[in-house]
């Protein structure tokens, strides 16, 4: 089995800085891609930063500039650094990927179990 594990959630104040982190383990063989999504009450899941194997980061407006994922491909784990938070930044952050396993001959997308992130005074 492939299981995802967020951690680095927690409460910061305007301004300030936090990193999440995201560990793949089970049988893995590879992963394609590898995300971070968020949701806040009331409102849909967004994706915030997606990254695949020898590409670039992306992001959407709300984010750019402000959050960076990043890989490390020896420890299957993404990161994402979130500086100069915002209160809208509050939600509960997924991880997600795409993992190819050696007990599968194709690849399924897996979720983690979120972490929350609270941006307040």
């Known amino acids: 089995q492939v299981q995802l594990v967020e951690s680095g959630g927690g409460l910061v104040q305007p301004g300030g800085s936090l990193r999440l982190s995201c560990a793949a383990s089970?049988?893995?063989?590879?992963?394609?891609?590898m995300g971070w999504y968020r949701q806040a009450p009331g409102k849909q899941r967004e994706l915030v930063a997606s990254v695949r194997t020898g590409g670039r980061g992306t992001y959407p407006d709300s984010v750019k500039g402000r959050f960076t994922i990043s890989r490390d491909n020896a420890k299957n784990t993404v990161y994402l650094q979130m500086n100069s938070l915002k209160p809208e930044d509050t939600a509960v952050y997924y991880c997600n990927a795409d993992v190819l396993s050696s007990s599968i001959a194709y690849s399924l997308n897996y979720w983690g179990q979120g972490t929350q992130v609270t941006v307040s005074s």
């Open positions: 089970g049988s893995i063989v590879s992963i394609s891609a």
